[in-house]
């Protein structure tokens, strides 16, 4: 989300307006958890989310999440 001279939520849009991106998967790798930065996401195209720090099993866990 926090990247510079284009956001994460600039990236997700510009990918969903391509058309071989609109259907893939986007999971957001962030230190950030507020609610409403999760639903700017999801609102941007974001399929999943998942906070920093995280463990090997949680990260595998949400992109299982996001491929099913």
Same mark, same amino acid.
């Given at each position: &989300?926090n990247?510079? +001279?284009? /956001? @994460?939520? @600039?990236? &997700?849009?510009?990918? +969903? %307006?391509?058309? $071989? ?13 507020? /609610?409403?930065?999760?639903?700017? !996401?999801?609102?941007? $195209?974001?399929?999943?989310? &998942? ?8 990260? !595998?866990?949400? &992109? %299982? %999440?996001?491929?099913?």
């Open positions: &989300i990247m510079p +001279r284009m /956001d @994460g939520f @600039g990236l &997700i849009e510009a990918l +969903r %307006r391509q058309p $071989g991106h609109r259907n893939l998967p986007i999971l957001v790798l962030t230190t950030e958890s507020s /609610d409403e930065k999760k639903a700017r !996401a999801r609102e941007a $195209g974001a399929t999943g989310w &998942i906070v920093k720090p995280f463990n090997p099993e949680k990260l !595998a866990a949400a &992109i %299982r %999440r996001v491929l099913h």
